[in-house]
């Protein structure tokens, strides 16, 4: 069983707010990602890490931002949110891979997030 | 680039066997997974092919062909829980440097019907 949690799971706020997406595993796992899923369209990466300090951004452009100081915690800020950041934000972490493991990606249940 | 293909959505009824397909363009092939994916709901891992041939686990198996960029997932004595989308995602080494990065296709929906 996974242990990786995100929140809040809904977030509805106004234009030009600030938030942070929370996202926290219990796993151990060096390897942390934000997906960014839109109903009926695939997942896009937007940020990944793969250790402490270590943060790149992914194939999808994204107007947000993510820290990670600790192992277990990958946060997500917006810094002024927009209408066109209305999506779900999945958050899903991994071991390396190697002889006894896939490197499956572990997901959280979601951030479902709209701007109004 | 990276291109996955995968039909939007299917039918089938309970207790039958259904295949999804799912092709992909990658250079750097480095692994292919599929996941089920509810409604609402974050996706969860249900196989993994890396060497061709079939994987088989329960009641779904999953089959890869390099060569030919193939991949299917067969899903037997289907159930109504089974209704979702299956994802399929292909990691590449050479994806912008990384080994663990996954391109995800738009999934398929699966509709089982009594």
């Known amino acids: 069983e996974a242990d990786i949690y995100q929140t809040p799971r809904y977030l509805v706020i106004g234009t030009g707010k600030k938030i942070t997406l929370e996202c926290s595993q219990t796993?151990?796992?060096?390897?942390m990602y934000w997906y960014q899923q839109d109903p009926g369209m695939e997942l896009h990466l937007i940020h990944y890490?793969?250790?402490?300090?270590?943060?790149e951004k992914g194939d999808l452009s994204s107007e947000s931002t993510v820290s990670r100081i600790r192992t277990e915690h990958f946060p997500l800020t917006l810094e002024s949110a927009r209408p066109s950041h209305t999506s779900q934000y999945l958050c899903a972490s991994s071991e390396s891979t190697g002889t006894r493991n896939t490197g499956e990606l572990f997901f959280g249940e979601g951030s479902r997030l709209t701007v109004l | 680039g990276q291109n996955i293909d995968q039909p939007t959505e299917m039918t089938a009824t309970e207790g039958a066997i259904v295949q999804i397909n799912c092709t992909y363009q990658t250079s750097g092939f480095n692994g292919l997974f599929w996941y089920q994916q509810h409604a609402g709901e974050a996706p969860t891992f249900l196989s993994y092919n890396v060497l061709d041939g079939l994987e088989e686990k329960g009641r779904f198996s999953s089959f890869l062909s390099r060569s030919k960029g193939y991949s299917y997932l067969l899903l037997k004595e289907l159930q109504m829980k089974d209704s979702a989308s299956y994802l399929c995602?292909?990691?590449?080494?050479?994806?912008?440097?990384?080994?663990?990065?996954?391109?995800f296709g738009t999934g398929t929906l699966l509709a089982v019907q009594p």
């Open positions: 890490s793969y250790g402490v300090n270590s943060t």
């Open positions: 995602a292909v990691r590449s080494v050479n994806y912008g440097g990384a080994t663990n990065k996954l391109i």
């Open positions: 796993m151990g796992h060096d390897k």
